[in-house]
């Protein structure tokens, strides 16, 4: 089962974003077969998703996400995977590529580990604010991602966003609402603290749902790439 904080109500403040990725991970779940790592797998929150042999969770030790009773089943130091060659039939990374400032290096080491014809899902950030600092390092675009797997040994099965223009725009208004005010101002003050909730949080993710749902679909500005690529034979 996928918690509430991953798969969010319209009372979330990661509403829009979180939406769209769990909606894309169990469009594409059906992809991922056999024994599969879960790279940068932190809590795990997409495991429900995947029927798969076995399912592997990696992770290193980042001072910005402390890793408090998480699942982790293999520790890694940022460079090198600890596992063989070509033991994976399938690999998910979500929300990690941003994080990693040597990510040629770790395409070499994920297509290392990757069986030939093995399958990868990864999703990272195109809008969204810093976070899990200091280590945040990059946004990426669609066209320097299918260059960066492409020169590391894999094929672009299919390139996709998650989010719309419309989306992005109200899940920016929420969350500077959210982080700037909500949470440095109003949060430990009843009943204003309700209030300032519904009208700033509430409100602004209906009024982008019904927006998005009525206008264009522009996706030039969109919250998530969303990627499938295999690893050449």
């Known amino acids: 089962m996928v918690s509430s904080d991953f798969k969010p109500s319209v009372f979330h403040p990661y509403y829009f974003i979180r939406k769209g990725l769990v909606s894309k991970i169990q469009e594409y779940s059906g ?6 790592l879960d790279f940068g797998c932190g809590s795990k929150p997409y495991r ?21 009773n998480e699942q982790i089943d293999v520790m890694y130091d940022g460079k090198t995977i600890p596992i063989a060659d070509n033991t994976f039939d ?35 950030p195109f ?8 280590n945040d390092y990059a946004r990426y675009t669609h066209f ?4 960066l ?14 989010g719309n223009f419309v989306e992005v725009l109200h ?25 300032f909730f519904f009208f700033f949080i509430v409100v602004p993710n209906i ?15 969109y919250l998530n790439n969303v990627i499938l690529v295999e690893k050449n034979a």
């Open 144 to 147: 320097a991602l299918k260059h």
């Open 127 to 134: 809008v969204w604010k810093e976070h899990e600092v200091p």
């Open 90 to 124: 399938s690999a998910l990374s979500s929300e990690v590529f941003e994080h990693v400032f040597n990510l040629e290096d770790i395409l070499k080491e994920l297509h290392r580990v990757l069986k030939p014809g093995g399958t990868m899902l990864i999703t990272c």
């Open 171 to 195: 899940q920016l208004t929420v969350l500077y609402f959210y982080d700037h005010w909500y949470m440095k101002l109003f949060k430990k003050i009843p009943l204003i603290n309700y209030i």
């Open 48 to 68: 429900a998703f995947f029927n798969v042999q076995e399912y592997v969770g990696v992770d290193f030790v980042n001072p910005g996400h402390p890793h408090d």
């Open 31 to 36: 992809a991922m077969k056999g024994k599969m």
């Open 149 to 162: 797997f492409e020169k590391n040994g894999f094929t672009v099965k299919t390139l996709d966003k998650s």
């Open 207 to 221: 009024g982008g749902t019904i927006l998005s749902s009525l206008l264009p679909k522009h996706r030039q500005m």
